[in-house]
């Protein structure tokens, strides 16, 4: 595990309020790897009564954001909703880095339940801009 990794991650989380107000939680870090979990709480239903699209990919898009940010920025996403997820799923997203190039990179996030069931895929591209969240070399 990279020390620098988890210096990025728990200064990013120390100012990411959206984060922690969903209950995301930091589980592993590397560089261009992350994973984390949240719970799904009765105010994150939909009207069908599962957990609303958006808080998937804001569950999904933070694990990218972690995982990107030891190396670039988020440049843009999309999300596969594959099962529902219910009050009192735990979910765990986990972020990898796919192709990483000078400029630009690819990552796949994966969303699985409790269960291990797969509740939703996402693909994240990120752009490098240099420098660390820490401003360390």
């Known amino acids: 595990m990279s020390n620098q990794a988890w210096r990025n991650a728990r200064a990013m989380y120390e100012k990411d309020t959206c984060a922690r107000a969903l209950g995301i939680e930091i589980i592993e870090m590397d560089e261009g790897y992350a994973q984390m979990t949240m719970a799904v709480l009765p105010s994150m239903l939909n009207g069908h009564q599962t957990c609303h699209g958006g808080q998937l990919f804001s569950l999904a898009d933070t694990a990218f954001a972690y995982a990107c940010n030891s190396q670039g920025l988020a440049a843009a996403a999309s999300i596969d909703f594959l099962r529902p997820a219910f009050t009192g799923d ?28 797969t509740v939703a895929l ?3 591209k990120s752009h490098r801009i240099g420098g660390t969240i820490t401003g360390e070399a």
């Open 122 to 124: 996402f693909r994240g």
């Open 90 to 117: 735990l979910l765990t997203a986990t972020a990898r880095v796919k192709q990483q190039g000078k400029l630009t990179g690819v990552y796949d996030i994966e969303i699985v339940n409790q269960q291990q069931k």
